[in-house]
């Protein structure tokens, strides 16, 4: 494995990193799951420990993080928005230097990109994103190692972004797909397509990469010939009730569905960061499925119980890839 050293860094964005460095991560997070298939303990940081800030509900983020710091011989402390004081009572700089003197890294989920650079800039220790509104880094570590043990490489797979691609998913899969090579179909409505500066500091990334970038307002269109077929929801954590009746009058063209993978490449996967509304199985899709006369939303029940579905792998390489991001930032 390469030796890429990333010892006292933050993990806040990949715009921070370059392609070596992102695909450093990705090897050594396969190599921790060799580790943990073959029972080879791997508890070097022992005597550390970690501060899970989330300002907003996880299961798959929280649960990673957990496991991987106490695989590393880490204790952990979790934050959760209703018992901590963070933001509220507590500035961000004064959380940061309180956390700094107790713990050797911090993880924070919440809400604005400047709020994760923030508690950074005033850190003594690694800060770790596990979500904003705008980025989500850990989880395109996980993609990219799914990708690569589904096709051996991420470079040269065309990635169809379907859906909603004005949030931190589709910003990530731009920068993404920009900085390894990849080739991005963002299939969405103009309305929902990422922010233009966004797309300008990608497009250039991409040109320097030998990445391709395009957009498309006709689903069949985009996704022709696509590798990987990838959604996410429609309403995100933290966004207001009313928005559910517009994102699916929008958003429903760009539904993954049976046609949709028909029209993507003969061996496509479908991937999606979960949770995920392919039933009526939840509260809240119940609730919305019931007011709004839907059964599935973002993806049928059938791709996402399909053979091409590689979802729960996804799931699981989130907590090999961030043990890989804590691993390197903390020099394991
Ligand atoms: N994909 C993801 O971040 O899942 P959680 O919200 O459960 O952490
Ligand atoms: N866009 C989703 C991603 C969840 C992993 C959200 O922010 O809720």
């Known amino acids: 494995m390469s030796t890429i050293d990333l010892k006292g860094r933050d993990f806040l964005k990949l715009l921070d990193f370059t392609p070596e460095e992102i695909a450093y991560l990705v090897e050594l997070a396969a190599d921790y799951k060799d580790k943990k298939k073959n029972g080879i303990i791997h508890d070097t940081l022992r005597g550390k420990n970690v501060a899970l800030i989330f300002e907003k509900t996880s299961t798959r983020t929280r649960c990673s ?8 011989g880490m204790g952990t402390t979790y934050l959760d928005p209703a018992s901590s004081q963070v933001g509220k009572k507590e500035s961000i700089a004064d959380t940061a230097r309180v956390l700094s003197g107790m713990f050797e890294g911090i993880e924070y989920r919440g809400f604005g990109q400047e709020i994760v650079e ?21 989880q395109m570590l996980a993609d990219l190692l799914t990708i690569k ?3 051996g490489s991420y470079r040269g797979i065309k990635v169809a972004y379907m859906g909603d691609a004005r949030y931190n998913m589709a910003n990530s899969w ?3 797909c920009a900085k390894m090579g990849m080739e991005l179909a963002i299939c969405a409505p103009k309305a929902y397509w990422p922010a233009q500066d966004l797309i300008d500091t990608c497009q250039k990334i991409a040109e320097e990469n030998g990445s391709k970038i395009g957009f498309y307002e006709d689903a069949m269109e985009g996704v022709k010939g696509a590798d990987v077929v990838y959604t996410d929801i429609w309403v995100s ?3 207001p009730d009313d928005v559910w009746r517009e994102r699916i009058d929008q958003l429903s063209p760009y539904q993954v569905n049976s046609a949709i993978m028909k029209q993507a490449g003969e061996k496509a996967v479908f991937m999606h960061c979960l949770p995920s509304y392919h039933d009526l199985k939840t509260e809240i899709g119940r609730e919305k499925g019931e007011q709004f006369g839907f059964k599935e939303l973002e993806v049928t029940d059938e791709v996402f119980e399909s053979e091409a579905s590689v979802v729960f792998q996804e799931a699981e390489n989130r907590m090999h890839t961030i043990k890989a991001v804590m691993a390197a930032t903390l020099g394991a």
């Open 118 to 138: 923030e508690l950074a800039q005033y850190a003594k220790v690694p800060v770790w994103n596990g979500l904003t509104n705008d980025f989500h880094p850990t």
């Open 65 to 72: 993080f957990e496991v991987a710091a106490r695989d590393l």
């Open 237 to 239: 954590m933290g966004e």
């Open 174 to 176: 731009m920068v993404t």
């Open 149 to 151: 043990e589904c096709f």
